[in-house]
């Protein structure tokens, strides 16, 4: 049974940074992609920043130049580094791995609360 556990989020003030991590544990392969999404109240999930297994990387607009996600094959485990944090960047970010194997096999984490405030 595939787990995504999720750790390091906080409450911390605007201009701030966080790192966000994610290991996977019971899997014996490597993922396709991983990736990270966040909901705030109110709002529908929204895709953050994904890396494929080949290292490529996608990333919201909204968080271009300010958010950069990396992975470790080795350790299954998936990265969200998170510089000048706004308060709109408040939301609860959810960890997101999917391998294609005759078919798509998608996990998620329990979520981690982000919060930026003075």
């Known amino acids: 049974q595939v787990q995504l556990v999720e750790s390091g989020g906080g409450l911390v003030q605007p201009g701030g940074s966080l790192r966000l991590s994610c290991a996977a544990s019971?899997?014996?392969?490597?993922?396709?992609?991983m990736g990270w999404y966040r909901q705030a109240p109110g709002k529908q999930r929204e895709s953050v920043a994904t890396?494929?297994?080949?290292?490529?990387?996608n990333y919201a607009d909204s968080v271009k130049g300010r958010f950069t996600i990396s992975r470790d094959n080795a350790k299954n485990t998936v990265y969200l580094q998170m510089n000048s944090l706004k308060p709109e960047d408040t939301a609860v970010y959810y960890c997101?791995?999917?391998?294609?194997?005759?078919?798509?096999?998608?996990?998620w984490g329990q979520g981690t609360q982000v919060t930026v405030s003075s």
């Open positions: 890396i494929f297994s080949g290292g490529s990387t």
């Open positions: 019971g899997s014996t392969f490597n993922f396709n992609r």
């Open positions: 997101n791995a999917v391998r294609v194997y005759y078919t798509v096999y998608d996990y």
